[in-house]
């Protein structure tokens, strides 16, 4: 038989694996549709084959194959110790901010046997960075990630993992101190990252909020946290969240406004200028719309047209040209933005300033 009846009859047998990686003489569609339909990892003709390319389908096999394995293991025999599932509720009910009673607060910990004597404390999130889409699938790589994670940092740190959602968990750390914060957790955040990266093939990114004194607080910490997934990146993966003091973040939106002003002939789209400062296009209009007077686009918005109204008073220039020297997509669209701004088209609005 051929490498499509094989996998023909094994799929008969078991709907996923063995998994298969076609290599092939043929590029026909036909080919290429039937093995799709037998759920082929991956169809690679021979003549374009790289090393690279062999290398990254077998990687992407182990993750697929690990995946449906542990789908397949027997479950868990319950935990010796009971509490434990108390425990995770208890700490998603502290990250939801539902435990601000301090008499409550205190009887829970109590009967579920743990204490909160830190200094301080500061939470981080684990960010998954995986493409898959499958509920099954991403539910599997979740929870196997999350209790790698959960067996692996209290190796380096005392500390408290609990999932939060298919692509992210928490991790709550008690700190000596709240100073020298990146230097107490970088080495034990890269160190897990690369340990589950090496077993699970996903990148783990880190997002870590703000030191707070008061356990009733984690939550502020976590928040910062998920505010500063925005920053990460493959150049980034572990950020620190910076203490949100208005002067920091509107300063940030300052920078930002002069670059536009002073670039108001080049695209100013929310992607080109997050490039520019090396942020998320989310997080550069969350910094807009939390810190600054407008939004982006308002912003860019009016700074064009201000600066197009300044032309019109102090030179002879024709529409078309200070459409051109503002970075308008057109003339017509200028016109449009124009009016839509200041409720009279470009051309009327110059012959008032001429009457005048």
């Not at 503002?326 to 609005?349: I, M, N």
Request: charge should be neutral; glycine fraction near 6%; hydrophobic fraction near 45%.
């Amino acid at each position: 038989m051929d490498g499509l009846e094989l996998a023909r009859r094994c799929r008969e047998e078991d709907p996923a694996l063995p998994l298969f990686i076609m290599l092939t003489s043929y590029e026909e569609f036909d080919y290429v549709k039937q093995s799709l339909r037998l759920g082929v990892l991956e169809y690679m003709v021979k003549l374009e084959l790289t090393a690279e390319g062999l290398a990254a389908a077998l990687q992407r096999a182990e993750v697929r194959i690990r995946q449906e394995r542990s789908l397949r293991e027997p479950s868990a025999p319950p935990a010796a110790d009971g509490l434990a599932q108390y425990r995770e509720r208890f700490y998603l009910q502290l990250y939801g901010g539902l435990l601000s009673d301090a008499a409550v607060f205190r009887r829970l910990c109590g009967e579920l046997g743990l204490a909160f004597d830190a200094p301080a404390y500061v939470v981080a999130l684990g960010a998954l960075q995986t493409r898959l889409q499958d509920t099954r699938q991403l539910a599997t790589l979740s929870a196997g990630v999350t209790k790698l994670a959960a067996d692996t940092l209290p190796k380096f740190l005392p500390c408290t993992v609990t999932g939060m959602d298919l692509r992210h968990f928490s991790v709550l750390f008690p700190l000596k101190e709240t100073g020298r914060l990146e230097e107490q957790l970088s080495a034990t955040l890269q160190k897990t990252g690369e340990l589950l990266y090496e077993y699970f093939g996903t990148p783990v990114w880190w997002a870590v909020g703000q030191p707070v004194q008061n356990i009733l607080d984690a939550q502020k910490s976590q928040r910062a946290a998920f505010s500063a997934l925005a920053l990460l990146s493959a150049e980034s993966p572990i950020v620190f969240e910076p203490a949100r003091a208005g002067g920091y973040h509107a300063q940030q939106v300052v920078q930002i406004q002069e670059y536009i002003q002073q670039n108001l002939d080049k695209r100013l789209s929310l992607n080109d200028v997050a490039s520019v400062f090396g942020i998320s296009p989310n997080y550069l209009s969350q910094l807009f719309a939390q810190w600054g007077e407008s939004g982006f686009v308002e912003f860019v918005t009016a700074t064009r047209v201000n600066a197009a109204k300044e032309l019109m008073a102090s030179t002879d220039l024709k529409i078309y040209e200070i459409s051109d020297k503002l970075g308008f997509e057109s003339a017509f669209y200028f016109s449009k933005v124009f009016k839509k701004v200041e409720g009279v088209t470009p051309r009327a609005y110059i012959q008032r300033l001429k009457g005048n």
